[in-house]
């Protein structure tokens, strides 16, 4: 079994930053893409970044300059980097990878259970 555990909400004030963090745990497992989505009281799960094992980034356009992903792939752990926030960017963070475990025989999706990130205005 594969585990994703973020950290790093929290609430700030607008125009400033947040560094979230998602470490898979488990056996067996190797990661492709990770990626951050963010899901506001009453609206649908969207997608904010995501990057691929060899560091390809797409972004959501709302967040273009502000926001910054990466990883390293030896400690399994992406990061989303949150810069000038705004309070539109408030929501529920959460992480999601495409892991391959030995034991499934193939790729599925796993989700961390969310961190609250609360901009004021």
């Known amino acids: 079994q594969v585990r994703l555990m973020e950290s790093g909400g929290g609430l700030v004030q607008a125009g400033g930053s947040l560094r979230l963090s998602c470490a898979a745990s488990?056996?067996?497992?190797?990661?492709?893409?990770m990626g951050w989505y963010r899901q506001a009281p009453g609206k649908q799960r969207d997608l904010v970044a995501r990057?691929?094992?060899?560091?390809?980034?797409n972004y959501a356009d709302s967040v273009k300059g502000r926001f910054t992903i990466s990883r390293e792939n030896t400690k399994n752990t992406a990061y989303l980097q949150l810069n000038s926030l705004k309070p539109e960017d408030t929501a529920v963070y959460y992480c999601?990878?495409?892991?391959?475990?030995?034991?499934?025989?193939?790729?599925?999706?796993?989700w961390g259970q969310g961190t609250q990130v609360t901009v004021s205005s």
């Open positions: 999601n990878a495409d892991v391959y475990t030995r034991i499934y025989g193939g790729y599925r999706a796993y």
């Open positions: 488990g056996s067996d497992f190797s990661i492709n893409a």
């Open positions: 990057i691929t094992s060899g560091g390809t980034t």
